[in-house]
C-alpha cells in the first residue's frame, strides 16, 4: 500500500494509486474507530440482556 510520497523509493503524489486496488481505503480514522466500538459495545450489551 502506498500510503506516503518520498521515501528511499522516492514516490510522488502520481505513484499513490498503483498499490491501491479499490477507491475505498478500508483503513478507519480515530472517530470512525470509536464510532465502530461503541456500535459493537452495544451489541455485547444486548447479547448479554438476551442470554
Given at each position: 500500500?502506498?500510503?506516503?510520497?518520498?521515501?528511499?523509493?522516492?514516490?510522488?503524489?502520481?505513484?499513490?494509486?498503483?498499490?491501491?486496488?479499490?477507491?475505498?481505503?478500508?483503513?478507519?480514522?480515530?472517530?470512525?474507530?470509536?464510532?465502530?466500538?461503541?456500535?459493537?459495545a452495544g451489541y455485547?450489551?444486548?447479547?448479554?440482556?438476551?442470554?
Amino acid at each position: 500500500m502506498t500510503e506516503c510520497t518520498g521515501g528511499p523509493q522516492a514516490l510522488t503524489d502520481k505513484d499513490i494509486g498503483l498499490c491501491y486496488e479499490s477507491l475505498c481505503d478500508p483503513r478507519l480514522n480515530q472517530e470512525q474507530s470509536v464510532a465502530l466500538a461503541r456500535v459493537a459495545a452495544g451489541y455485547r450489551q444486548s447479547d448479554k440482556q438476551e442470554g
